[in-house]
């Protein structure tokens, strides 16, 4: 069982930056698919950016060169690092877990780009 726990969401202007972070419990964190999806209102809930246990990375389109993600396995977390934030990133932004059949989710982090 791994419990996901996010933070570091708020109200930043556009332009503006936002790291998150999401801290891991549980045993055998580094195995784990780490990923970031976001999900706006009336909106599907889709994947931001994902790495794997060696350390590879993907991004949707809309992250790519404006957003890194990044795992510390010594501290059980991952992180989203996110600049030159818009408008349109407005979303919940969630932490998933994955490793063969199993799949956990945090409970979401608020994050608003607005002037």
């Known amino acids: 069982q791994v419990q996901l726990v996010e933070s570091g969401g708020g109200l930043v202007q556009p332009g503006g930056s936002l790291r998150l972070s999401c801290a891991a419990s549980?045993?055998?964190?580094?195995?784990?698919?780490m990923g970031w999806y976001r999900q706006a209102p009336g909106n599907q809930r889709e994947l931001v950016a994902g790495?794997?246990?060696?350390?590879?990375?993907q991004y949707a389109d809309s992250a790519t060169g404006r957003f890194t993600i990044s795992r510390d396995n010594a501290k059980n977390t991952v992180y989203l690092q996110m600049n030159s934030l818009k408008p349109e990133d407005t979303a919940v932004y969630y932490c998933n877990a994955k490793y063969g059949s199993r799949n956990y989710w945090g409970q979401g982090t608020q994050v608003t780009v607005s002037s």
């Open positions: 790495i794997a246990s060696g350390g590879s990375t």
């Open positions: 549980g045993s055998y964190f580094s195995i784990y698919i």
